[in-house]
């Protein structure tokens, strides 16, 4: 079946330090994959996204690259700010086994903490 | 702006009790999909509508569990006999037809059964 594997956090930074949260994933056929963020006390959103294999996703300084050869999407950012503290969820869009529709698969989520 | 809507955002009740949300999503969104989410977990899928048709349902969600999309636009999630292990929070999404992944959340309906 479908599954995304995220780093464990909480990842804990300094302001303007360098970010990776790594992501790799199993999936059917040619997923799409996500990056969605939640900041605290509001809803999931979109951040960033790739269709196909070496598709770039940016988004507010974040980026993240559609690696098929390792299965991967990590997201990185150059100088985290206090305001991206959030948690980080990695997600592919794909065929669910065997019912021919397609869905939305999370992973767990890394929570990051930016420090001042 | 109106987002995709959740009423109640906090529910607590007593085991064996029924529970009913509600969510509102975009106005031109034709899909609609429900997930839950508990602590330290990322969402996970329940089902989700293609206008009033719903065209998918998961294996977690148990016979206790119905949703409906009665005329297309707001959706209704039940949870009847409630049990712990039902505590969680319940998301519902909105995309367009071709949003091929991109949904828009909204803040959830926290259940807490004692």
């Known amino acids: 079946g479908n599954s995304v594997t995220q780093m464990e956090g909480p990842v804990t930074l300094s302001e303007e330090a360098f970010l990776t949260i790594n992501c790799t994933y199993t999936?059917?056929?040619?997923?799409?994959l996500f990056w969605y963020v939640q900041y605290p006390g509001e809803g999931l959103q979109l951040l960033l996204k790739?269709?196909?294999?070496?598709d770039k996703g940016s988004n507010k300084g974040f980026e993240a690259t559609y690696r098929k050869e390792t299965t991967s999407f990590h997201l990185e950012k150059g100088s985290v700010q206090v305001s991206d503290s959030a948690v980080y969820f990695c997600a592919l869009f794909a065929l669910r086994g065997d019912t021919g529709r397609r869905a939305l698969t999370f992973g767990s989520g890394t929570r990051l903490q930016v420090q001042p | 702006d109106t987002g995709v809507s959740q009423n109640p955002r906090h529910k607590i009740t007593k085991r064996g009790q029924n529970v009913t949300f509600r969510c509102d999503p975009i106005s031109e969104h034709n899909r609609l999909y429900w997930y839950r989410q508990t602590l330290g977990q990322g969402p996970e899928f329940l089902t989700y509508?293609?206008?009033?048709?719903?065209?998918?349902k998961s294996r977690l969600l148990s016979d206790r569990f119905s949703a409906e999309r009665p005329k297309g636009s707001f959706s209704t999630l039940e949870i009847q006999r409630t049990e712990q292990g039902d505590s969680a929070m319940y998301l519902c999404?909105?995309?367009?037809?071709?949003?091929?992944?991109?949904?828009?959340f909204g803040e959830g309906s926290r259940l807490t059964v004692l």
């Open positions: 790739a269709t196909k294999a070496d």
């Open positions: 999936a059917t056929g040619y997923p799409s």
């Open positions: 509508f293609q206008n009033e048709a719903q065209l998918e």
């Open positions: 999404a909105s995309s367009p037809t071709r949003g091929a992944g991109e949904l828009f």
